[in-house]
């Protein structure tokens, strides 16, 4: 049992023994001295004032990347947005290479930016002074190849062209611009590393969703980082829209409110400049150019001119309602208004003649003695507690003068009567142009940039 222990334990010994011997042949270790001494080696006569070239005749490509972080803030008025991102520039250093083997199998190293040669970028559409992104304490990362990697990171601020033909559902699209400095194209040319801005550590915007991006090189020194956003309209639909769209409304209920009360002008007034307030909230966020206009500010001047135009036709309607009473109004006054109870009065004749008909069936028995027309067989009755309305067709009835048709009641229109029937046409007519204005205007916004784009 003892010689079988014994056998065991030198196995595991020899077994221990052959890995320590494998990682001491095949690991190389990378010590401090070794990156000291590959600085010493490549930084002794190495000039960053020259490109990394050997032959300075050539050109030397820059490849630029963007990693989109977050948008600070989009300003649709000064047409300006404010983004934190990181931007990368890969190159290939000629000079700036080694053997790992003969530095302890180092790879890479990071460095100083102002140990090595590195393209002072520019950001071309820059809001206010246009100053070099690069710094002295960046760090740059280089491998056994040459291949360079520069990181800086800031929060850019780039003027962009703001369409806010759309709002409050448009889209945007802008273009940041950068450029290596100091050098013309046939020195120095740049070009995107990818296709793309990358989104590695983005996180959202409250006020504007990112939907596309692309990166696309406009000429030989210049390369183009386009990001697509769209606006959340939740609070302006909420905030502006929705009020605008009640308090437009509003000014139609004018034309229910009774004339003696005299508060008709200054309601309409009140509305008005309610309006006229929104109207200038709105152009203060917006952009002041002419092209391209928002719909949106065209709405508001439709409503602005409907709200004007029930102010006018209240003030107008106020002069037929205190109209001179000896002065009868015209025949296109008295054809308008009996037009337009025209219906409204067959209607009710004809609840009248149904009355009639039912009520006499019921009571012919207990009525046999009263008044009574026959007419085709039906005997008709007034019903008791009738208007004098009632009466007058009742005996219309029986004269003769009715044979199922419609009775005509002579009346006379006095210019109240025209009053309130222009009140009655004005609020249907403001109410429907009122509903398809505003109709027209929500689809045609919210569906119009789909299709636009």
């Not at 649709?76 to 700036?96: G, Q």
């Not at 609070?235 to 000014?251: H, R």
């Not at 009346?411 to 009122?434: A, Q, Y």
Request: charged share 20%; aromatic share 14%.
């Amino acid at each position: 049992m003892s010689f079988c222990f014994k056998n065991r334990t030198m196995g595991s010994c020899g077994a221990l023994c052959v890995i320590i011997v494998y990682l001491a042949v095949h690991v190389e270790g990378q010590h401090l001295n070794d990156s000291a001494r590959l600085l010493s080696d490549k930084l002794t006569n190495y000039n960053k004032m020259l490109r990394p070239r050997f032959n300075q005749s050539k050109q030397m490509d820059i490849y630029l990347g963007l990693d989109l972080v977050s948008i600070q803030e989009f300003q649709e008025k000064e047409e300006r947005i404010s983004y934190t991102a990181l931007l990368y520039l890969v190159w290939h250093d000629e000079t700036f290479t080694w053997d790992p083997t003969q530095y302890g199998g180092l790879q890479e190293i990071d460095i100083d930016a102002n140990s090595v040669w590195i393209p002072h970028m520019l950001n071309m559409n820059a809001v206010g002074s246009i100053d070099r992104i690069s710094d002295d304490w960046h760090k740059v990362t280089v491998n056994h190849e040459g291949l360079v990697s520069y990181w800086t990171g800031n929060v850019f601020s780039s003027s962009c062209f703001v369409d806010v033909t759309y709002y409050p559902w448009d889209r945007q699209r802008c273009d940041l611009l950068f450029m290596a400095a100091n050098y013309d194209a046939s020195r120095l040319t740049s070009a995107p590393y990818e296709d793309k801005v990358s989104t590695n550590y983005f996180y959202e915007s409250r006020a504007w969703k990112l939907i596309n991006t692309s990166a696309e090189r406009l000429n030989e020194s210049l390369v183009s980082f386009v990001i697509y956003l769209e606006r959340r309209p939740r609070f302006v639909v909420v905030n502006i829209i929705l009020p605008m769209v009640l308090l437009s409304f509003l000014g139609v209920f004018v034309f229910l409110m009774p004339v003696e009360c005299g508060e008709r002008i200054s309601y309409c007034l009140t509305v008005l400049l309610a309006i006229a307030v929104f109207l200038t909230l709105v152009s203060d966020t917006l952009p002041r150019v002419s092209d391209p206009m928002s719909y949106f500010s065209f709405y508001l001047v439709s409503v602005l001119v409907i709200s004007v135009l029930e102010t006018v036709s209240t003030i107008l309607n106020l002069r037929l309602y205190y109209g001179d009473e000896d002065d009868e109004p015209g025949a296109f006054w008295s054809c308008f208004t009996c037009m337009m109870r025209c219906k409204c009065r067959r209607e009710k004749q004809r609840k009248h003649k149904t009355k009639y008909s039912s009520t006499s069936r019921e009571h012919n028995s207990s009525h046999s003695n009263g008044w009574n027309l026959r007419q085709n067989g039906i005997i008709f009755y007034p019903p008791k507690g009738t208007g004098a309305l009632d009466h007058t067709m009742f005996n219309a009835f029986q004269n003769g003068d009715v044979t199922n048709k419609e009775t005509n009641i002579n009346h006379k229109v006095t210019w109240k009567d025209v009053s309130s029937t222009v009140d009655r046409f004005l609020f249907v007519f403001f109410s429907l142009l009122l509903i398809s204005d505003t109709v027209v205007f929500i689809v045609y916004l919210s569906r119009g940039n789909e299709v636009g784009t």
